[in-house]
């Protein structure tokens, strides 16, 4: 199977000979924006595993798959499981946070409302980062589509979250964050947490210190709200866990 044969998630259960009916969205991707005709290859992605498969039919009606059989590709997911806890941005610079952060193989994505925060996060733009985030996993060979989770607040978020957390502070010494990759080697999930362009208020990291979280530094630079998560899983994907 070529590496560019179109990637699509889908729902049902797979094994070989399996007929797919594609949802309306990947349908009309396949037949109009990637006009495949039948033969074409495709990848399904289901629970997590990939398989080949082959266009069988494109019609008015839609457009069905069949599988061949599980895909021999050796993409794969981080070894640890990352959620990015990132504080709201404004206009459209949240769309980058989570394109970026499901290419770099993060598994969810939390908004988080800040002291010094100024967007909201409605049922439209969530259904918007979603569709997002699922594009995304395809596009970067994803074997899962990451969860974009409701808003929450700061205090609500790190409580909640599981432990280890690191938070991107600018303020942290130099050296901070391999100190604490380190602390967490063993770590089968972590969360990282990202502030607002105006960083974080005194209060809020007094809550991330109570909580125990890691306090680190990303580099001598000030980062973007919307650079820093990507720079932070970066950063994690290139250790060995």
Partial sequence: M??????????IPLKASTEVELDREDAHHVAHVLRAQAGARVVLVSG??????????VSKRGVRAVVIGRSAETSGELAVGVAV????????????????????????????????????????KL??????ARAAAAQARRRIVPAVDPARTWSDAIENEALPILVAWEGAPAGSLDAAIAQIRNAQALSIAIGPE?????????VARARGAYLVRLGP???????AAAALLAALAAKEW
């Fill in 48 to 57: 997590g595993v990939a398989w080949d498969a082959e266009i069988a039919r």
């Fill in 85 to 124: 806890l990132q504080a709201m941005t404004k206009g459209a610079k949240f769309d980058e946070v989570v394109e970026k952060c499901v290419e770099l193989g993060a598994r969810r994505i939390v908004p988080v409302t800040c002291a010094r925060s100024y967007a909201q996060a409605g049922a439209a």
């Fill in 127 to 132: 259904e918007r980062w979603r569709r997002i």
């Fill in 221 to 227: 630079t000030i980062l973007r709200t919307e650079t």
């Fill in 198 to 206: 105006g960083s974080f208020t005194d209060d809020e990291l007094d």
């Fill in 2 to 11: 070529t590496v560019s044969a179109p990637r699509i998630f889908v729902t």
